[in-house]
């Protein structure tokens, strides 16, 4: 399949970085879009930490990570896109004071610290453009890396919802909703 | 505005309706479009229940409320559309068993019985699609109407989203997300 093939491609490349190059992060272009799909698609394959379809076809990824009100953001190093990240209003009308965000880091990528890079310019993002709080509407409970991260980053959880993710591995388990104010 | 000439011509045909005649709530149809934007305009128009934009578009509305895994159906009564609801899965990939509801009444009916009447109805379907949870992501905490009807049909505030909701008369309010499981 096409979309493997482009995530073997990604993860020899993504190999190829150290952490002595610094770290990029700015709004998505056009030229991008490859780089972008490939990590989406590889963080959504695996199904345990996203609400989305596996098969999500690249049109409707595109459609979500590039939503009318969405900021999408990469992380690069030397090049190499790494990391994306999208922000946006949580809600319409009297909710959009709250921000929301989604960050996905390219499978061969985890564990360099890419994540935190992105979530602290996401903070940094959500305040300039004037939100004043954040929120996370769907944290997976098994996702231990990420909890442990927004909990660093000051986030709570403010919601357990019982038994909302079906994980490919351990059935269904819970998920939170996490917040901060900014 | 030709909105608000709308919503007064509902008003009138609305306090028609006595509730000795039954109430038929079925999946809406094109013939019921504008009737539903009667009540969706005259619900957002006060922006202290939903989070959207009061001044939404009729088209953006649509967009919202026949998104395409909804299922959008109307209450009415003697011919007059009262009410409408959109039922949809509340995620994709693994959350997709818990499914999300939002009612809008026609203003000029509220207090008749017929968000009961549809939410009862949309819980029935709910199981009947196959759903094995329902979840509201964003129950205004002065809703109070809203909220006793919730917790009176087995919901419950699993969490809660301080000052998540700009309420345009109260300023910042806390904002419950509740679930059932079915």
């Given at each position: ?47 345990d930490?996203?609400?989305i ?28 896109i ?24 390219a ?5 360099r ?19 004043t ?50």
């Amino acid at each position: 399949m096409g979309g493997e093939l482009e995530v073997e491609r990604w993860a020899l490349s993504v190999e190829r970085w150290s952490l002595n190059q610094p770290l990029n992060i700015r709004l998505a272009a056009p030229s991008d879009h490859d780089a972008i799909w490939s990590i989406f698609h590889g963080v959504v394959a695996t199904g345990d930490t996203y609400a989305i379809d596996p098969n999500i076809s690249r049109d409707d990824a595109f459609a979500y990570w590039f939503a009318p009100n969405s900021h999408t953001y990469v992380a690069s190093v030397g090049g190499d896109i790494l990391g994306t990240y999208a922000l946006s209003p949580n809600r319409a009308g009297g909710g959009a004071h709250v921000s929301n965000a989604s960050f996905m880091v390219a499978p061969a990528a985890h564990g360099r610290g890419i994540g935190r890079a992105m979530a602290e310019h996401c903070l940094s993002e959500a305040r300039r453009l004037g939100f004043t709080a954040m929120q996370f509407n769907f944290v997976v409970s098994t996702n231990e890396h990420a909890l442990r991260l927004w909990k660093n980053l000051g986030f709570q959880i403010v919601g357990t919802l019982p038994g909302a993710f079906r994980h490919p591995g351990k059935g269904l388990v819970d998920v939170y909703v996490m917040f901060r104010t900014l």
